[in-house]
């Protein structure tokens, strides 16, 4: 091969190498038609690749060989300059060839290379997409115990606040229903004393043969004091068992935070036990007024919402310095009941603000509160899809709005 044929990558393939691809026959064809002779081309050991094997030489003088070095001979009864450009010409034909087909070959190749490593980033993704399911299941398993922690977390910490309020107002309820049931012995115990009193008359009755016998018997019984004393003392006794009840019922509504059965309620009727439950913890602290507007019934967790309401009170109660005032205010507006509660106390540090609703963030003394109360309230709140607010001014008062939507039908 020629020193100006190219590339050393050639020189490493021989005449068999070179002519892969080539239709031979018309390789020949064309060759013979370009010399006008018979051609044969051998590789350097001498065998015939292409044309006829012994190709003769019927013009004396003409040369029969030329050369394809290093690859092989060619072989025609021609002028050497001919032989030679037809030499020349089929050794650029089989580089370009042999160009073409190691550039196919890399192309090829390299389409192959790609495919191969486009499959094993397929398949790479379809092992970590599996992964990925694997861990997607795991971690959905996972949330979901997450969130069950949570919930029973959550609910416990409803518990814990609803437990710290009602043991708060315990001595004030117990001192509630001490005092009825107090009136309610003694009087049990006069009512015992007046049986002696109908049983002497009661035993006059059956021998007693005058009428003037009876009538100073009950005269001396005082009887008729008797019978009114014990009017007095049913009434008041009914009407101890009756604030009893009262009570009872009103705490009904704080031992069912536990519970998931959702009810149309009254919060109207809500606020009114509220404020009864904690009316020992006001006494002497603040006045309470009430000014509740027509609601509609409100479809909702009352044991939950009652716990907001008396955490908001007992709030109220706490910031009040010298006897001030709390004031309940109701309204249904824009299709949402709208709750605020008004306090003259000392009011919130504008410095504490960012912090009402952190859990266990409290500024009462140790012992005094857990810091739940804004938090669960809050949480509470939005959980019924409302929303809860808070504005204060120190030295001034708060007020505490609750917005609460209410849904057609409800």
């Known amino acids: 091969m020629d020193t100006d044929t190219g590339h050393d990558f050639e020189r490493d393939l021989n005449l068999q190498d070179l002519l892969l691809g080539i239709d031979k026959q018309r390789l020949a064809t064309a060759l013979q038609a370009l010399l006008g002779a018979p051609i044969a081309i051998f590789d350097p050991r001498g065998a015939c690749l292409l044309g006829a094997s012994e190709p003769t030489n019927d013009i004396p003088g003409l040369p029969l060989y030329g050369e394809l070095e290093p690859i092989g001979t060619i072989a025609a009864?021609?002028?050497?300059?001919?032989?030679?450009?037809?030499?020349?010409?089929?050794?650029?034909?089989?580089?370009?060839?042999?160009?073409?087909?190691?550039?196919?070959?890399?192309?090829?190749?390299?389409?192959?290379?790609d495919f191969d490593e486009l499959q094993r980033r397929h398949n790479a993704l379809e092992q970590s997409e599996q992964r990925y399911k694997a861990l997607a299941e795991n971690l959905e398993l996972r949330v979901k115990q997450q969130v069950q922690t949570i919930e029973q977390t959550q609910l416990k910490l409803y518990e814990a606040e609803k437990l710290a309020s009602v043991g708060r107002l315990a001595a004030g309820i117990a001192h509630e229903i001490n005092n009825p049931i107090g009136f309610i012995r003694s009087n049990l115990t006069t009512a015992t004393s007046y049986l002696a009193s109908l049983d002497k008359i009661g035993a006059l009755l059956p021998t007693c043969q005058d009428i003037a016998a009876l009538k100073t018997a009950w005269q001396r019984e005082d009887m008729d004091f008797i019978r009114q004393d014990m009017r007095d003392i049913l009434a008041e006794s009914i009407s101890g068992t009756e604030r009893i009840a009262a009570i009872v019922k009103d705490l009904k509504g704080f031992s069912r935070v536990d519970e998931t059965e959702w009810e149309e309620a009254d919060l109207n009727v809500l606020i009114r036990q509220v404020c009864n439950v904690a009316a020992a913890e006001l006494r002497g602290k603040a006045e309470l007024q009430l000014d509740l507007g027509a609601l509609p019934l409100l479809h909702c967790h009352p044991g939950e919402l009652g716990q907001v309401f008396l955490s908001i009170l007992l709030n109220a109660a706490d910031a009040m310095g010298a006897q001030g005032s709390i004031r309940w205010r109701t309204a249904f507006q824009d299709n949402r009941i709208v709750i605020e509660v008004r306090d003259t106390g000392r009011g919130i540090a504008e410095a504490d603000m960012p912090h009402i609703f952190d859990p266990f963030f409290t500024t009462k003394e140790v012992g005094k509160g857990m810091g739940l109360g804004l938090s669960v309230s809050r949480n509470i709140v939005q959980a019924h899809g409302g929303e809860l607010t808070i504005a204060s001014r120190p030295n001034t008062g708060t007020r505490v709005t609750i917005s609460l939507p209410v849904k057609p039908g409800s």
């Open 77 to 113: 009864a021609v002028p050497q300059d001919r032989l030679k450009a037809a030499a020349d010409l089929l050794k650029l034909l089989l580089h370009t060839n042999a160009r073409y087909l190691m550039a196919s070959d890399l192309h090829l190749q390299t389409q192959q290379d």
